[in-house]
């Protein structure tokens, strides 16, 4: 049977429907240029937030979050951004990063070789200070060499910290790394900072160790008002973790370092044997004459690798070796 039909007078506001579904009005896909942003960098990240100082000047701090346009672009430390919104920097004002320049160098590591998710650490710093301890905790050349596969990767300059030297004799540790021109200084507490402030001035240098080696004791030398966390190392010869983020400091004449938290290894899965070979001039051209698949370790696994060819670079050509068997062990520390 049938509903009769209704006249037109009989309806009301209840008996509209509306259909859900997108509207009917395009979306534009014009986006601000954003002509007045000023440029900063990234000193400290938390929880959404990023802590910047405008034009490199470490009074005129500002707190900032991720524009919603750049979706999920990773924000490091050491980034150089262009901001908008409220650049007073008073308290509880937020202002929004709108870009995110192109990184000269770029610090990376996986959590271990088989994570498929590298992480940035740091952007564009100019060096990368590798701070060891001599004894408690003990040296480990793999992690050292390691984290020089990263820097040299990366587009930084690695160089050797010591600490705690009056604890243990270096030169057969520091030895492992001849051929590689690696510079070494000495940061231990007893140690004069002179040398140590000479390679910092005026650059943007990374920080990266252990736990427990001494980092953020160092870091609180250099920067007096820096406050940085130190720690005990723990029974079973490892550090316990202090810095828990990365932040980076202005050197009282000049220049900044960016302490990172103490890393329990540093993995490189993200990394390939011609990427260490291309990171060096001097041998760049020659693994062109390598066959297919060559990982450049020599003989018996590469007996044709063009490495071996090189005349006067067999010491040298050892040394970036070493560093392949280190990117190739299974032990990411």
């Not at 997108?22 to 979306?27: A, C, G, I, K, L």
């Not at 990184?103 to 959590?111: E, G, Y």
């Not at 020089?148 to 057969?172: I, N």
């Not at 160790?209 to 490892?238: F, I, Y």
């Amino acid at each position: 049977m049938s509903r009769p039909r209704r006249s037109a007078a009989g309806y009301d506001e209840s008996d509209v429907r509306v259909r859900p579904g997108r509207s009917s009005r395009p979306r534009t896909k014009t986006r601000p240029q954003h002509n007045d942003a000023e440029s900063a960098m990234v000193v400290s990240v938390d929880r959404g937030r990023w802590g910047c100082v405008l034009d490199g000047d470490p009074e005129r701090r500002i707190v900032a979050m991720r524009a919603r346009e750049l979706g999920r672009t990773p924000i490091v430390v050491g980034d150089q951004v262009d901001v908008v919104g409220d650049l007073s920097g008073k308290p509880d004002t937020l202002a929004r990063i709108v870009r995110v320049g192109e990184r000269r160098t770029v610090l990376r590591r996986t959590a271990d070789d088989t994570d498929p998710f590298e992480r940035i650490v740091v952007g564009n710093a100019e060096k990368l200070f590798v701070v060891v301890a001599l004894a408690d905790p003990p040296p480990r050349t793999g992690f050292v060499e390691r984290c020089m596969v990263a820097a040299y990767v990366g587009g930084l300059r690695p160089v050797l910290c010591l600490t705690k030297h009056d604890l243990a004799a270096d030169s057969e540790f520091a030895s492992a790394f001849d051929d590689l021109d690696l510079t070494i200084v000495y940061g231990g507490i007893d140690d004069p900072l002179d040398p140590v402030l000479d390679m910092l001035t005026d650059h943007l240098t990374a920080f990266i160790g252990h736990s427990g080696v001494g980092k953020s004791t160092l870091v609180n030398r250099l920067v007096p008002d820096a406050d940085r966390a130190v720690g005990e190392v723990s029974g079973v010869g490892k550090g316990k973790h202090t810095s828990t983020q990365s932040i980076a400091l202005a050197l009282p004449g000049g220049g900044w370092v960016i302490d990172t938290p103490g890393v329990r290894s540093f993995g490189l899965a993200h990394i390939t044997p011609d990427d260490v070979i291309l990171a060096f001039s001097d041998l760049a051209e020659a693994i062109e004459d390598c066959p297919r698949g060559c990982t450049h370790l020599g003989p018996p696994a590469d007996p044709e690798c063009a490495l071996d060819s090189l005349p006067d670079k067999e010491r040298r050509v050892a040394a970036i070796r070493r560093l392949l068997v280190a990117l190739n062990s299974n032990d990411p520390w």
